[in-house]
């Protein structure tokens, strides 16, 4: 397997110059999505019931219970390693898991009659790598799955697609190819391509880790409004400055357990384990 | 060897080469290139499918047209497909597929074998996270193919499946086993009709070569053209 990975946001000159091109207007004001309640609201949208999961003999997910509700931003967070983004990838069943079951929106993910395309495409996905379409232009990248998928026609999917690039402050390069934007603008289209599926949950997949530094704030900003207009967000993320600001909950993980499952002050304030103090030590000393 | 060298047959010669020649050989290298490259890609899908059966198939299936010399294939399907004809449609007596038919489905059949290698490397060359992003956003196996994975991998690939397209261009002058006249045919004709071997086969040669040599010059300046940017 040769795959080719993604080169370092910024290290290349087109990015470079992406990044100080003019029309990138920064984030506007406004919804970016129509807001339902903007609290918890005590309905599970992810039911996380037991799971295990096992690469041949290695156990990557130890019995993993949790749930995130209806409005509700939980963070997940741990060292490398920990099985947070396998976690968060068996959610929308990009990964197999052998024993548990997963719930979304009233769906079991492991079940022989689940439309999984169906479930995925109500189920928004973020990643590390963007993984925008290099083929296709910004706009093209928003409207495909649209069309493909919702059966959405042409005009309706370009709207949508325009007025979420719009959100995330991107309307000038609507016909750009993504390796012409910076990795910042890449990930903010990647997550306007998500939400053009009106999906009714989030998933972010360490959506800041392959970033410059100097990028991480934009990115950061349009998912911290995505949170305040009452998406429901899981998110993996090593940014505990995002999760102080609009986390619910934390949930720690380490070696493939969920180790601390707390609200977000009880977890800042006085995490109950010693992993997750020593994790939080090592990350908030700097 | 060359005291009477005769240009002027190779100029009198020209309509029938290119205008019944030429255009053979174009024609078939552009057929059995189209469908070589859409049956190759199937092939490429089967074996990278990960299901037993069908893996084992397809990679079977290349292996053999990879060590089978083209001639006999050649051979082989001119005299066999009219009795799977026969047999297939329950036919009596073997069915007329002409030898034109014959060649075409031979060139596409053993082509593929060689574009399905090329467009396994193609698709196996698009990282993984592509086909999580096509299937996140809730495309089926087929339209994250379709719409996302095959155009990348086609136009990462583009070069190599038209060099190969060139090498086809090239072997499609061994129809003349089933006595059909492509370029080079036509020229061999002429050559022995007239006794004008060395011009002939001269003027034969330096086609092929500014034909391909031309092509394959194209085909980099092509791939500098399409490039994806990542």
Same mark, same amino acid.
């Given at each position: 397997m040769t795959s080719t990975p993604m080169p370092a946001p910024g290290g290349t000159e087109p990015v470079a110059a992406a990044a100080e091109a003019?029309? %990138?207007?920064g984030l506007q004001k406004g919804p970016l999505v129509t807001p339902p309640p903007a609290t918890a609201t005590g309905v599970p949208m992810i039911a996380i019931d037991g799971i295990s999961k096992w690469y041949g003999s290695f156990q990557v997910l130890t019995n993993c219970t949790t749930q995130v509700e209806k409005g509700e931003v939980v963070v997940v967070c741990g060292p490398s390693g920990s099985g947070k983004s396998t976690l968060i990838k068996c959610v929308n069943a990009l990964e197999p898991f052998q024993t548990g079951q997963i719930t979304v929106d009233g769906t079991k993910? *492991? %079940? *022989?009659? +689940?439309?999984l395309p169906k479930l995925r495409s109500r189920v928004g996905m973020v990643f590390q790598h963007f993984e #925008?379409?290099?083929? #296709?232009?910004i706009i093209a990248n928003l409207t495909l799955a649209q069309r *493909?998928?919702?059966?959405?026609?042409a005009d309706d999917a370009g709207k949508r697609g325009r007025d979420l690039l719009a959100r995330v402050g991107l309307s000038a390069h609507a016909d750009k190819f993504p390796g012409q934007l910076s990795g910042g603008q890449q990930q903010r289209v990647a997550i306007a391509r998500a939400l053009a599926m009106n999906p009714v949950v989030m998933l972010f997949d360490?959506? +800041?880790?392959?970033?410059?530094p100097e990028m991480v704030g934009e990115v950061l900003d349009v998912m911290v409004e995505l949170a305040r207009d009452g998406m429901t967000m899981m998110v993996v993320t090593h940014e505990m400055g995002f999760a102080r600001k609009v986390a619910d909950r934390v949930i720690f993980m380490d070696k493939g357990e969920i180790v601390e499952d707390a609200k977000k002050d009880d977890f800042f304030g006085k995490p109950r384990s010693e992993r997750a103090q020593h994790f939080l030590s090592k990350i908030l000393q700097h | 060897m060359f005291s009477n060298f005769d240009i002027g047959v190779i100029a009198s010669s020209l309509p029938y080469l290119f205008g019944q020649g030429m255009v053979f050989t174009v024609t078939l290298t552009a057929l059995a290139a189209t469908m070589g490259v859409a049956f190759g890609t199937l092939i490429a899908m089967m074996r990278l499918s990960g299901i037993p059966g069908v893996t084992h198939l397809a990679k079977g299936y290349v292996e053999l047209m990879r060590s089978l010399p083209l001639v006999l294939v050649i051979f082989w399907f001119y005299f066999l497909v009219p009795y799977i004809g026969a047999w297939l449609t329950r036919s009596p007596t073997p069915i007329q597929v002409g030898a034109f038919s014959s060649a075409l489905i031979t060139f596409t059949l053993f082509e593929a074998a060689f574009f399905s290698e090329i467009m396994r490397a193609g698709i196996q060359s698009i990282p993984k996270g592509q086909t999580a992003a096509a299937q996140a956003l809730g495309m089926t196996y087929w339209q994250s193919m379709a719409t996302v994975i095959l155009p990348q991998a086609f136009r990462n690939m583009m070069p190599l499946l038209l060099t190969q397209t060139i090498v086809l261009f090239q072997d499609t002058s061994l129809v003349y086993v089933l006595s059909l006249t492509d370029f080079l045919g036509a020229a061999s004709k002429v050559a022995q009709r007239d006794g004008r071997l060395v011009e002939m086969y001269l003027f034969a040669a330096v086609v092929y070569f500014a034909v391909c040599f031309t092509a394959s010059f194209l085909v980099r300046r092509l791939h500098s053209r399409v490039a994806i940017i990542r």
């Amino acid at each position: 397997m040769t795959s080719t990975p993604m080169p370092a946001p910024g290290g290349t000159e087109p990015v470079a110059a992406a990044a100080e091109a003019p029309g %990138d207007e920064g984030l506007q004001k406004g919804p970016l999505v129509t807001p339902p309640p903007a609290t918890a609201t005590g309905v599970p949208m992810i039911a996380i019931d037991g799971i295990s999961k096992w690469y041949g003999s290695f156990q990557v997910l130890t019995n993993c219970t949790t749930q995130v509700e209806k409005g509700e931003v939980v963070v997940v967070c741990g060292p490398s390693g920990s099985g947070k983004s396998t976690l968060i990838k068996c959610v929308n069943a990009l990964e197999p898991f052998q024993t548990g079951q997963i719930t979304v929106d009233g769906t079991k993910v *492991k %079940d *022989k009659g +689940t439309n999984l395309p169906k479930l995925r495409s109500r189920v928004g996905m973020v990643f590390q790598h963007f993984e #925008l379409f290099p083929h #296709l232009s910004i706009i093209a990248n928003l409207t495909l799955a649209q069309r *493909k998928v919702l059966g959405r026609g042409a005009d309706d999917a370009g709207k949508r697609g325009r007025d979420l690039l719009a959100r995330v402050g991107l309307s000038a390069h609507a016909d750009k190819f993504p390796g012409q934007l910076s990795g910042g603008q890449q990930q903010r289209v990647a997550i306007a391509r998500a939400l053009a599926m009106n999906p009714v949950v989030m998933l972010f997949d360490e959506p +800041t880790s392959a970033l410059d530094p100097e990028m991480v704030g934009e990115v950061l900003d349009v998912m911290v409004e995505l949170a305040r207009d009452g998406m429901t967000m899981m998110v993996v993320t090593h940014e505990m400055g995002f999760a102080r600001k609009v986390a619910d909950r934390v949930i720690f993980m380490d070696k493939g357990e969920i180790v601390e499952d707390a609200k977000k002050d009880d977890f800042f304030g006085k995490p109950r384990s010693e992993r997750a103090q020593h994790f939080l030590s090592k990350i908030l000393q700097h | 060897m060359f005291s009477n060298f005769d240009i002027g047959v190779i100029a009198s010669s020209l309509p029938y080469l290119f205008g019944q020649g030429m255009v053979f050989t174009v024609t078939l290298t552009a057929l059995a290139a189209t469908m070589g490259v859409a049956f190759g890609t199937l092939i490429a899908m089967m074996r990278l499918s990960g299901i037993p059966g069908v893996t084992h198939l397809a990679k079977g299936y290349v292996e053999l047209m990879r060590s089978l010399p083209l001639v006999l294939v050649i051979f082989w399907f001119y005299f066999l497909v009219p009795y799977i004809g026969a047999w297939l449609t329950r036919s009596p007596t073997p069915i007329q597929v002409g030898a034109f038919s014959s060649a075409l489905i031979t060139f596409t059949l053993f082509e593929a074998a060689f574009f399905s290698e090329i467009m396994r490397a193609g698709i196996q060359s698009i990282p993984k996270g592509q086909t999580a992003a096509a299937q996140a956003l809730g495309m089926t196996y087929w339209q994250s193919m379709a719409t996302v994975i095959l155009p990348q991998a086609f136009r990462n690939m583009m070069p190599l499946l038209l060099t190969q397209t060139i090498v086809l261009f090239q072997d499609t002058s061994l129809v003349y086993v089933l006595s059909l006249t492509d370029f080079l045919g036509a020229a061999s004709k002429v050559a022995q009709r007239d006794g004008r071997l060395v011009e002939m086969y001269l003027f034969a040669a330096v086609v092929y070569f500014a034909v391909c040599f031309t092509a394959s010059f194209l085909v980099r300046r092509l791939h500098s053209r399409v490039a994806i940017i990542r």
